[in-house]
């Protein structure tokens, strides 16, 4: 084997370039993507707009019933990866991309960029669908004054995508990121607090099941069909601008336009809880992430409130021990700690509650009583059942040196059981 064939071995072939779809082919592709022409810098890109009108569905909500207020929706910066409550946060845009792939960095660009916002009484989607490189240029500065005029940028896992390769193409083009400093609201985040479990779609922490496909689903009640699956989306461009022929092309559209509404209405559904507060929620698990939502943001009477709403549930036990751990937390905090004593008991009640939660239990529990209560023998009790879920060398000596103190108090300064180690 000479060496050209061994680096014909070693080196994969390069993606397939973008090149300029033929003139002839333009009329074609603005009637099927049912969009028009825009010229800048001497070079065309498509833009394609739909509006949504307030009847319009997707599932069991309509657009009229995710209409906010000036733009915006109250208590909206709750939010935010770092809340700033009471500072209200401009009119929303929301964004998402498709792209030639999924790996990043300066070989891959956003040939779909959707963009969508309310106005009026109405929602409306903006596309910019990338026919020719040399038109990236223009079509980013389109995109710029479009998200100059938005208070607060919307994305689904955006953060960590989208917003970054948005700004590597500007970047790249020297021309200033328009995403930069602008408050981004990436749902994601807020999402998986307040829907992580949704009852008719499981959905995980980590992460893997919180497609937005898949809380369209469970909390708006819309099953797409025939929708273009992720991974086909950039072969579907490729073999666009290698033919002309646009017809792969519009399900891709369609599914960013899914994306924008379905974003859209996610947001709405949050931002209407905040406003709403407890009475609101629909299940345990909205209740619980709703009452984070507002203790991250220092609103902790409305906290309160959600945790409690959670523990009325019956439906799931897990979510009802973690929200009795929320207010029992919350109540040491504000000092209420027989609020606090009450809920640490009604955990130790549950079967479902976990080992570390009941040893966190037992041992504010063994704290009320002996420095609160003054009930020494009700935390001599605590303290020796916090023995059975110690594992920790350092957790087991911090509870015999509380159980040799209370015998001190009691008289009996012999009566606590041995060192375990």
């Given at each position: 084997?000479?060496?050209?064939?061994?680096?014909?071995g070693?080196?994969?072939p390069?993606a397939p370039?973008?090149?300029?779809?033929?003139?002839a082919?333009?009329?074609?592709?603005?009637?099927?993507l049912?969009?028009?022409?825009?010229?800048?810098?001497?070079q065309?890109?498509l833009?394609?707009?739909r509006?949504?009108?307030?009847?319009?569905r997707?599932?069991?909500?309509?657009?009229?019933?995710?209409l906010?207020?000036?733009?915006?929706?109250?208590?909206?910066?709750?939010l935010?990866t770092?809340?700033?409550?009471?500072i209200?946060?401009?009119?929303?845009?929301?964004?998402?991309?498709e792209?030639?792939?999924?790996?990043?960095?300066?070989?891959?660009?956003?040939?779909?960029v959707?963009?969508?916002?309310?106005?009026?009484?109405?929602?409306?989607?903006r596309?910019?669908?990338?026919?020719?490189?040399?038109?990236?240029?223009?079509?980013l500065?389109?995109v710029?004054?479009?998200?100059?005029a938005?208070?607060?940028?919307?994305?689904?896992?955006?953060?960590?995508f989208?917003?970054p390769?948005?700004d590597t193409?500007?970047?790249?083009?020297?021309?200033?990121?328009?995403?930069?400093?602008?408050?981004?609201?990436?749902?994601?985040?807020?999402?998986?607090?307040?829907?992580?479990q949704?009852?008719?779609?499981h959905?995980?922490?980590?992460?893997?099941?919180?497609?937005?496909?898949?809380?369209?689903?469970?909390?708006?009640?819309?099953?797409?069909?025939?929708?273009?699956?992720?991974?086909?989306?950039?072969?579907r461009?490729?073999?666009f601008?290698r033919?002309?022929d646009?017809?792969?092309?519009?399900?891709?559209?369609e599914?960013?336009?899914?994306?924008?509404?379905?974003l859209?209405?996610?947001?709405?559904?949050?931002?209407?809880?905040l406003?709403?507060?407890?009475?609101?929620?629909?299940s345990?698990?909205?209740?619980?992430?709703?009452g984070?939502?507002?203790?991250r943001g220092?609103?902790?009477?409305?906290?309160?409130?959600c945790?409690?709403?959670a523990?009325?549930f019956?439906?799931d036990?897990?979510i009802?021990?973690?929200?009795?751990?929320?207010y029992?937390?919350l109540?040491?905090?504000?000092?209420?700690y027989?609020?606090?004593?009450?809920?640490?008991?009604?955990?130790?009640?549950?079967?479902?509650c976990?080992?570390?939660?009941?040893?966190?239990?037992?041992e504010a529990?063994?704290?009320?009583?002996?420095?609160r209560?003054?009930d020494?023998?009700?935390?001599r009790?605590?303290a020796?059942?916090?023995?059975?879920?110690?594992?920790?060398?350092?957790?087991?000596q911090?509870?015999h040196?509380?159980?040799a103190?209370?015998?001190?108090?009691?008289?009996?300064?012999?009566?606590?059981?041995?060192p375990?180690?």
């Amino acid at each position: 084997m000479n060496l050209a064939e061994r680096l014909r071995g070693v080196v994969r072939p390069a993606a397939p370039a973008m090149a300029d779809v033929p003139n002839a082919c333009l009329a074609d592709i603005a009637e099927t993507l049912g969009g028009e022409w825009r010229e800048g810098r001497g070079q065309r890109y498509l833009i394609v707009d739909r509006t949504y009108h307030a009847g319009y569905r997707l599932g069991r909500v309509a657009v009229a019933d995710c209409l906010p207020e000036d733009g915006r929706w109250p208590r909206m910066e709750l939010l935010l990866t770092e809340p700033l409550a009471g500072i209200p946060i401009g009119p929303a845009l929301f964004l998402d991309l498709e792209t030639t792939g999924l790996a990043g960095g300066a070989g891959t660009y956003a040939f779909l960029v959707g963009c969508g916002w309310f106005e009026g009484g109405v929602f409306r989607v903006r596309q910019f669908v990338l026919t020719s490189f040399a038109a990236e240029r223009a079509l980013l500065e389109d995109v710029a004054a479009l998200v100059h005029a938005a208070g607060v940028l919307v994305t689904y896992n955006g953060k960590t995508f989208d917003a970054p390769l948005i700004d590597t193409r500007f970047l790249f083009h020297r021309l200033t990121a328009p995403c930069t400093g602008l408050t981004h609201l990436d749902l994601l985040h807020p999402a998986r607090r307040l829907w992580r479990q949704a009852s008719d779609v499981h959905l995980d922490e980590g992460g893997a099941s919180c497609r937005l496909s898949l809380m369209e689903q469970a909390i708006l009640g819309h099953v797409r069909e025939n929708d273009v699956p992720g991974f086909e989306i950039p072969s579907r461009y490729f073999q666009f601008v290698r033919s002309g022929d646009a017809r792969g092309l519009d399900g891709v559209l369609e599914h960013n336009r899914l994306d924008l509404l379905a974003l859209a209405m996610l947001t709405a559904r949050a931002g209407q809880l905040l406003d709403e507060g407890a009475p609101a929620a629909s299940s345990a698990r909205e209740a619980l992430g709703l009452g984070r939502l507002y203790e991250r943001g220092g609103l902790l009477e409305e906290a309160r409130a959600c945790f409690v709403r959670a523990i009325e549930f019956e439906d799931d036990a897990q979510i009802r021990v973690e929200a009795l751990r929320a207010y029992a937390v919350l109540s040491r905090r504000e000092r209420r700690y027989a609020d606090a004593a009450r809920a640490w008991r009604q955990m130790l009640s549950m079967r479902e509650c976990p080992a570390r939660w009941a040893q966190e239990a037992t041992e504010a529990l063994a704290v009320h009583h002996e420095h609160r209560a003054r009930d020494l023998v009700a935390a001599r009790r605590f303290a020796m059942q916090a023995l059975q879920f110690t594992v920790t060398r350092s957790r087991a000596q911090a509870v015999h040196h509380r159980l040799a103190r209370i015998d001190r108090k009691l008289g009996d300064p012999t009566a606590h059981p041995a060192p375990l180690f």
